[in-house]
């Protein structure tokens, strides 16, 4: 999902009311919701996680040190790091979720960290993935991760 910038909670409500008709429709479904961070607005996300979904994801996308060159300037790894904290929070039993890609130049250590903060801050699940450039345009791929640097 994207913010939805005209909408007054970026859309959070409007999200959560769609998780609670899917779960009225179908009990058994199991949802996760790809959040935004709704521009820093905590109340907006408590609302989405609260609303009934079994994971909460929102992308870190990078480490912290990358963030800058990699995110939009309106995101950074704190806002997001709050985000899922706060549905961590605010629905103790929903499933945390992030995602971060690789290759962008980032150091083993500080993937390590960012693990270590995703940890700390009760974050469930984290998938990682090769960062692909898009357009040349976009960002230059540093590095292809390969599996076998997972093998430690």
């Known amino acids: 999902s994207v ?4 909408i007054l909670d970026g859309g959070a409500s ?7 008709e899917l779960k009225i429709q ?3 479904l199991l949802v996760e919701v790809l959040s935004p961070d709704f521009r820093g607005d905590l109340d907006a996300v408590e609302n989405l996680a609260s ?6 994801a929102h992308n870190l996308e990078t480490v912290n040190r990358l963030q800058a060159f990699v995110r939009d300037p309106r995101a950074n790894y704190k806002q997001s790091m709050d985000v899922l904290i706060r ?3 605010s629905s103790p039993g929903v499933l945390t979720k ?5 290759g962008l130049g980032e150091t083993d250590d500080e993937i390590v ?3 270590e903060d995703l940890r700390k801050n009760s974050v469930d699940v984290v998938t990682f993935g090769q960062y692909m450039q898009p357009t040349k345009r976009h960002l230059k791929v540093k590095e292809y991760v390969t599996p076998e640097k997972f093998k430690h």
């Open 51 to 56: 609303s009934g979904l079994d994971v909460f």
């Open 26 to 28: 179908v009990p058994d």
């Open 14 to 20: 409007h999200l959560a009311e769609c998780v609670k």
């Open 113 to 115: 960290e960012t693990m």
């Open 87 to 89: 549905a961590k929070e």
């Open 98 to 102: 992030t995602s971060l890609m690789l």
């Open 3 to 6: 913010d939805s910038d005209d």
